[in-house]
């Protein structure tokens, strides 16, 4: 069974998820404060999927956010927002979520969401692919076990960000627009905004450049997307 934890603290509303997810054969783990959350993913490791409400009492879901990646990269974050500033949703992506969504949203537009981050996530088994490894010096991306090394070093990355480093350095020197990168990380049935890519590579940057303002492995094309210069 395929389990998503549900965090938020309006009732109504976190009735309304469950539901709707149970209807999509989701096996569903309730949560009405950060701390309960968190105490959940540790009572049910095997939670792929994570449903969090940014505005809460205590711990919000920012934090939550940020400690779920501290300790555990495979989980997919979906952040629930009632607010619509943009620095929520960029927030809320640079501290490690995967996806955004504004309430109020549709069952379909939720459940398709979740669809869509449990695909990306794999179901776990090892992939089947012509080589292990994929070599861009400094860089060495293991394709079996889904890790990246920098000079030799593990870099920690999220599913998402696996996926994107593998996009780029399987194409080494190719400009590829912003929404050939959303299709190929994100799927063609996303219903997300495409800057979604820009504050993923921005993240990204952050954990694989020498200097992330002066980038030297992801660059910019400008008007267009980016390419792994080589």
């Given amino acids: 069974m395929k389990k998503v934890l549900v965090l938020e603290d309006e009732a109504n ?17 309730e949560a009405e404060t950060g701390e309960q959350a968190l105490e959940q993913l540790q009572r ?4 792929r999927v994570a449903l969090l409400d940014i505005m809460l009492p205590g711990i919000d879901g920012f934090e939550v956010c940020r400690r779920i990646r501290a300790g555990n990269l495979k989980v997919g974050i979906i952040m ?20 955004y ?13 979740v669809d869509a981050l449990y695909r990306r ?4 088994e090892e992939e089947t ?3 292990d490894e994929i070599s861009r010096p400094p860089f060495l991306l293991n394709t079996r076990n889904r890790t990246l090394k920098k000079n030799g070093q593990l870099v920690k990355l999220t599913q ?53 303002q002066a980038p030297r492995f992801i660059t910019t094309v400008w008007g ?3 390419k792994w210069s080589i």
């Fill in 224 to 226: 267009y997307g980016y």
């Fill in 160 to 212: 998402v960000e696996y996926n994107i480093m593998k996009l780029f350095m399987g194409n080494p020197d190719k400009a590829m627009s912003r929404e050939e990168i959303l299709e190929s990380v994100w799927g063609r049935d996303y219903f997300g905004e495409v800057k979604i890519v820009d504050v993923n590579v921005r993240r990204l940057r952050v954990k694989i450049e020498d200097n992330p």
């Fill in 101 to 113: 969504v504004t309430k109020p949203f549709s069952p379909a537009e939720l459940t398709a969401r």
């Fill in 129 to 131: 692919v012509s080589q």
């Fill in 44 to 47: 049910h490791p095997d939670i």
């Fill in 121 to 124: 996530l794999g179901d776990g």
């Fill in 80 to 99: 629930l927002t009632a607010r619509t500033q943009e620095m929520d949703k960029v927030t809320g992506l640079m501290t490690g979520a995967d996806d």
């Fill in 13 to 29: 509303i976190r009735s309304f998820v469950v539901i709707n997810l149970k209807r999509a054969g989701y096996d569903t783990i």
